[in-house]
């Protein structure tokens, strides 16, 4: 029978019961980002002191269930989607059970409805951290474990499609680094949910009578090998969502097979030490343990990140090169679609990512340095550089260029949705940057008055703080607005947008010709070849390939030294502790 | 030919790696001994380390002691709370609980002081401000750092760790005299 089509413009093939499950997915995941941004207008005009829209009551529920649909449900649901791609469409080959990968989505979306319905009810404004002995109502975690369990199946659903593709012989020599991204956040994924288990199950257990106590420090070390591991299952996720946005967009091969997949096999032996980094500041926590595991061991999976940041714009500078842009140092840079959302997320993605997530995260990471940062707003402002720009907006380029291949639509409003990374990223980026400013002035994180109204002590912030977070939350609106213009360009385009076929529509121009299209006509693709070998002269391996990208990294590493020993001179300022 | 097929060379780890790639990863991993080795460094050399003295306790004990303080070194009270001031090097209390800091301390600049801090129920945050040290209270134990004010002043110590709805009030006083 035949269960697979090709699409003209891409040339991916999709698997009709793969396809359904990537779109399910990834529509859940949407929804999830349309609940998170709309809290997400409450908590930025409460945060924003003159205006101090809501009650303390309706702010932490709304901090609540913010933080859990935007980091855990909207990411990990497109992260099914994209494990589903990585594994079904890019190898060409058939999903395994997928009747199991419905089940888990089920799964998935009835915990998470019922974690949001806990939030909802008001009784379990408990953060997402939801430290204990503070307790939620027993479904707040049911949600999240019948969400993790369903998570789970489906990745192990994506390890099943695997073999497959190896034993049905899909695919030639080894998997695209595509899909060993996918792998890597697949392996990650696994490591994180058993964490989650070994603490949200007996946790549950003591919400409903059953146990005891529940030992607040260690709650918080194991709740972190969940917390701070999901955030690396979307690093290595995003990473390879840029890959994949490189490949697609300008023909870009991996500068080298080799360093590429080594980074990211760091990742898998390192990342997941940073629950270390949620810990430094905590009671009875030995110093050898942390320098160690805070650093990745000797910051190994810090050198992953800095090595893909180099190899993912090096190698669309030397395709672009290959091209003909190749005067100067940034030709091919300034000759890139920047009107194409596909490119323009995938790339704000990148600079933000690396230039504000990627310092500040090891900046604040650092055993001492910590001291002055734990809390502090500066901690949301850099998680908000790594997940609401790193990882969302690499998400949301990869939907652009998903609608039209997966879902066979044409983009609606393209003037929006031209506009839509730089709306979102730039809004972001100034949240970001103030909210870091703010972090460094000592103002608290999850608190909901600036003011302390009703304390019985006195404590006044300096006045720049107000301002800081002032402009952070005319930051935090725009980044809003571009969340807005991102549903609003998506969800027309699904129900509005014109149906693609055999027209290949907006993606014409980057992609190469187009195929001849028909719907689940294909019984068996053809055996996905290795990529063709590079004649000599393309190879550039005896020059200096991508001599742009370079002065772009080292300009990331002045910063990046400049601002780490910024940073213990502050910390040299405050009072000698030991 | 792309990122998103498999690799062009069968064995494609003994392709060689390009020069960009090779100088980029040497002065990362330089920059990366780097930051691990200034841990380490500071800990000999600099001021600001946390000690990792900390035993379990349980809010009863620790309540105890922290009033055996009070009754010993009270010198008056502020807003119904008790302002202490414990000689010169000794162990000094403070218990966070829903929703205060307690009680007030008084310290005088450029003494060490053995500062025990632990939490009568939820987990909190102690942010001292403006000087910005921030800690993390966990309920069960009692952390112990030593610490010397090195400016006078007025201190905040507030609340960073959610702890419910009254969060926002929880703000203790330190006061350093010359």
Not at chain 1, 64 to 73: S, V, Y
Not at chain 1, 103 to 119: D, Q, Y
């Amino acid at each position: 029978m035949a269960t697979f089509r090709v699409c003209p413009d891409s040339g991916f093939y999709f698997n009709r019961s793969a396809e359904r499950l990537i779109k399910v997915n990834a529509v859940a995941g949407v929804v999830a980002l349309l609940i998170a941004g709309i809290l997400a207008l409450g908590v930025v005009l409460t945060r924003w002191q003159e205006v101090h829209l809501l009650s303390p009551q309706d702010f932490y529920l709304a901090l609540t269930a913010h933080g859990i649909n935007a980091l855990i449900f909207w990411i990990i649901f497109f992260e099914m989607a994209i494990l589903h791609f990585a594994s079904s469409t890019l190898l060409r080959c058939r999903i395994a059970t997928p009747g199991w990968a419905w089940a888990g989505f089920m799964l998935m979306l009835l915990g998470a409805i019922i974690n949001n319905v806990a939030v909802f009810q008001g009784r379990s404004s408990v953060m997402m951290t939801s430290y204990a002995p503070m307790q939620a109502e027993p479904h707040f975690y049911l949600g999240l474990i019948l969400f993790a369990v369903g998570a789970l199946v489906q990745v192990l659903v994506f390890f099943g499609t695997l073999v497959v593709a190896y034993q049905e012989k899909t695919y030639e020599g080894s998997v695209p680094l595509v899909t060993f991204g996918a792998i890597t956040a697949a392996i990650i994924a696994v490591f994180t949910i058993a964490s989650g288990a070994i603490i949200l199950i007996p946790t549950f257990l003591w919400s409903l009578g059953y146990i005891g106590h529940i030992d607040a420090e260690m709650y918080r070390i194991v709740w972190w090998g969940l917390g701070h591991s999901s955030q690396q299952i979307n690093v290595s996720a995003h990473v390879a969502v840029w890959y994949l946005i490189a490949g697609v967009l300008f023909g870009a091969r991996p500068m080298s097979e080799k360093v590429s997949r080594f980074a990211f096999f760091l990742y898998i032996l390192f990342l997941q030490l940073a629950c270390a980094h949620h810990i430094l500041v905590d009671p009875g926590v030995g110093t050898e343990w942390k320098i160690f595991n805070t650093s990745y061991a000797m910051y190994l999976a810090v050198l992953a990140s800095m090595i893909h940041g180099l190899t993912v714009p090096g190698s669309i500078e030397v395709a672009q090169r290959q091209k003909g842009y190749s005067k100067g140092f940034f030709e091919w840079l300034r000759k890139a679609p920047w009107s194409n959302p596909v490119f323009s997320g995938m790339f704000i993605s990148l600079v933000v990512f690396g230039f504000l997530g990627g310092i500040t995260g090891v900046v604040m990471g650092t055993e001492q340095i910590n001291l002055i940062i734990h809390n502090t707003i500066y901690v949301p402002a850099h998680f908000h550089a790594t997940v609401a720009v790193g990882t969302t907006l690499a998400f949301m380029a990869l939907t652009y260029l998903l609608i039209p291949v997966l879902f066979r639509r044409k983009v609606i409003l393209p003037t929006l949705a031209r506009w839509q990374p730089y709306l979102f990223g730039g809004g972001m980026t100034i949240l970001i940057l103030f909210m870091l400013g703010a972090g460094t002035l000592g103002v608290s994180r999850r608190h909901w008055d600036m003011d302390f109204t009703g304390a019985a002590m006195v404590f006044e912030y300096p006045g720049m703080a107000y301002t800081l977070m002032a402009i952070a939350a005319i930051g935090g609106l725009l980044a809003i607005v571009g969340g807005v213009a991102f549903l609003l360009v998506t969800v027309g385009s699904l129900l509005f947008g014109e149906k693609l076929e055999p027209s290949a529509g907006f993606l014409q121009s980057f992609l190469g010709k187009a195929l001849a299209p028909s719907a689940y006509a294909v019984e068996r693709p053809e055996m996905l070849p290795r990529a063709p070998k590079l004649t000599v002269e393309e190879h550039g391996s005896a020059g200096f390939e991508a001599p742009g990208t370079f002065a772009l990294a080292m300009l990331l590493l002045v910063s990046f030294v400049v601002y780490y020993f910024i940073n213990w001179k502050y910390l040299a300022s405050v009072w000698p502790l030991s | 030919m792309t990122s998103y097929m498999p690799p062009a060379d069968r064995v494609w780890w003994k392709v060689p790696v390009g020069r960009v790639e090779l100088v980029w990863i040497a002065l990362a991993l330089l920059w990366c001994i780097i930051m691990f080795l200034m841990m380490p460094y500071w800990h000999v050399y600099g001021k600001q380390n946390l000690s990792t003295e900390a035993y379990q306790t349980t809010p009863a004990k620790f309540g105890a002691r922290v009033q055996e303080m009070v009754d010993q070194y009270k010198v008056r009270e502020e807003a119904g709370m008790p302002v202490v001031a414990p000689p010169a090097g000794s162990d000094i209390y403070l218990l966070g609980r829903l929703w205060q800091w307690w009680p007030i301390l008084e310290l005088e600049k450029d003494q060490s002081y053995r500062l025990h801090l632990s939490s009568m129920d939820w987990q909190h945050g102690f942010s001292l401000q403006p000087t910005n040290v921030n800690l993390q209270i966990v309920p069960g134990y009692e952390m112990v750092i030593q610490i010397t004010p090195d400016k006078a002043g007025e201190y905040g110590v507030i609340c960073n760790e959610y702890c419910g709805i009254g969060h926002h009030t929880m703000v203790g006083k330190i006061y350093v005299k010359e």
